[in-house]
């Protein structure tokens, strides 16, 4: 009875329209492109294209289940029209011939939506002169576009611990993830003050799943923590991601003696020998301009000072002395000071101390003249008896 009473009211509003029926279609969608995963509010705009006006209209969208495209929210909107600004009632108003409307719906698109054109069903329902609901099927379009998405997969540096003013190789692998090619990509970094080197690289064209590398080739700067921020740009995509680069302290070279050998081994006064000092170098830099010079005693001679040249970390060379004993060298265990001068790789001189340990043999005795009668007289006694056996035959 109510229902009856305002449709009679709304009549009194409407002009006369010849008698038929509404006939809506959807002849606007805004936006209508939507990228994979991308969530958008779309207006839909809809005209009465029919022969009568209708009332109480309102739309549902029923997208089909293996549809990408899905509904957010409510999936019923009534189309509901305000009297004047700043009235307070509302009312169901009445649609009439090539009269158009707009409704807003929230959609969304699955990330793994391909692309293409996909048709959404509208269901229209309306309420007609005699009171009748009535419910009509159309549908929209909506276009799903592709669209590239590159991530960054991995971030390797070679080598792994980065010491100060060090050449270094920063590789990056980017993976367009997707739906569409990621054409005109490119990886560009910015870099720190102090580390220089390449900072961009042409990929061209990615793929969908395809993955891209990139090399640069830099040298690191002063010791401490450091940021490099990696851009990733291709057409229709841009991104970035920051990485840190730790450089560490190089610790200054540091030699020491990896063997100690003489030629000959006996060494006895008076005597010539060469001795051999293999040192090596266990720290962190390269030893530049070694040399090693010894502090000879009074009884010992020759050439004291030994040029090595360049020590490479956890690299031996090997300093060779050309020395006389004086007859008067005290034999036994004595000990040879030595001193070891260097440069480091900021050109900062260094030295070590080391204690060579040198032994000192007594001098090689003749052999003894009392064998030598005794000998002589074995000597003789063997040839008295060859003669007896030769007279006995």
Do not use: C
């Not at 692998?173 to 090619?181: M, S, Y």
């Not at 720290?283 to 090595?308: F, I």
């Amino acid at each position: 009875m109510g229902r009856a009473v305002v449709i009679a009211l709304m009549l009194l509003f409407v002009p006369a329209v010849h008698a038929g029926e509404a006939d809506f279609y959807v002849v606007g969608v805004s936006p209508q492109a939507l990228t994979a995963g991308e969530v958008s509010d779309v207006n839909l705009t809809i005209a009465n294209l029919g022969t009568d006006y209708a009332l109480y209209v309102f739309t549902v969208i029923e997208p089909p289940q293996d549809s990408p495209v899905k509904v957010v929210g409510a999936a019923k909107r009534y189309v509901v029209r305000r009297a004047d600004e700043g009235e307070r009632t509302m009312y169901f108003g009445a649609i009439l011939q090539n009269q158009r409307f707009t409704v807003s719906y929230t959609l969304s698109v699955g990330e793994d939506a391909k692309p293409g054109a996909y048709r959404i069903p509208l269901r229209i329902s309306w309420v007609n002169r005699w009171g009748e609901r009535v419910e009509q099927q159309t549908s929209f379009g909506i276009e799903v576009m592709g669209a590239p998405e590159l991530e960054l997969r991995r971030v390797n540096i070679t080598p792994e611990r980065l010491y100060p003013d060090t050449e270094f190789t920063l590789t990056v692998a980017v993976e367009n993830t997707g739906t569409e090619d990621a054409t005109d990509t490119r990886v560009e970094l910015e870099l720190p003050e102090d580390i220089t080197g390449e900072r961009s690289a042409y990929l061209g064209t990615l793929k969908r799943g395809e993955v891209g590398t990139a090399s640069f080739a830099l040298r690191s700067g002063g010791a401490g923590e450091r940021t490099i921020l990696i851009k990733l740009t291709s057409s229709g995509w841009e991104s970035q991601e920051r990485i840190r680069l730790y450089v560490s302290e190089k610790k200054p070279p540091e030699l020491e003696i990896a063997g100690l050998d003489t030629s000959p081994a006996e060494l006895v006064p008076g005597g010539s020998f060469t001795l051999s000092l293999q040192l090596e170098n266990i720290g962190e830099q390269d030893a530049r301009a070694v040399r090693v010079e010894l502090e000879l005693p009074g009884w010992l001679r020759g050439v004291s000072t030994s040029y090595l040249g360049t020590i490479k970390q956890d690299d031996t060379a090997t300093a060779i002395f050309d020395l006389e004993l004086s007859e008067t060298a005290p034999p036994g265990e004595h000990t040879l000071p030595a001193r070891v001068y260097y440069l480091d790789e900021s050109d900062r001189a260094r030295e070590e101390s080391m204690q060579l340990s040198l032994s000192v043999s007594r001098e090689k005795s003749s052999k003894p003249l009392y064998l030598l009668p005794a000998g002589a007289l074995v000597l003789a006694a063997l040839l008295l008896w060859r003669r007896r056996r030769r007279a006995e035959i």
